[in-house]
């Protein structure tokens, strides 16, 4: 059974940094891309970032090109999502998943997702 778990949420100033990780166990999901998603109360989750297996393609939205970088470790089964400059808006749960789609429009749709973390919360304070 897969499982991907997510950790490295917290509280974080400002302006800050957090790392988070996905780590995956189960099986290597090999041709999969592993996305990241947010959801912050009351609102819908959102696509934020997301990775192909090689990791020769990412996928980013406009808004956060630039402040999120994504890599991966195959060797760990492991996702690392990188955010910078963060922002109180950043504040959410922050989820890992695996798609085995992959055009930009199929990664940022959470329907196309076959596996999810539990999620885990960053809170930005201002």
């Known amino acids: 059974q897969v499982q991907l778990v997510e950790s490295g949420g917290g509280l974080v100033q400002a302006g800050g940094s957090l790392r988070l990780s996905c780590a995956v166990s189960g099986r290597t999901l090999s041709n999969y891309v592993m996305g990241w998603f947010r959801q912050a109360p009351g609102k819908e989750r959102e696509f934020v970032a997301g990775i192909s297996w090689s990791g020769t393609t990412t996928y980013y939205t406009r808004s956060r090109k630039g402040r999120f970088t994504i890599s991966r470790d195959n060797a760990k089964n492991t996702v690392y999502p990188q955010m910078n400059s963060l922002r109180p808006e950043d504040t959410a749960v922050y989820y890992c998943?695996?798609?085995?789609?992959?055009?930009?429009?199929?990664?940022?749709?959470?329907?196309?997702?076959?596996?999810w973390g539990q999620g885990t919360q960053v809170t930005v304070s201002s």
């Open positions: 998943a695996a798609t085995r789609a992959k055009t930009i429009v199929e990664v940022t749709t959470t329907q196309r997702y076959d596996y």
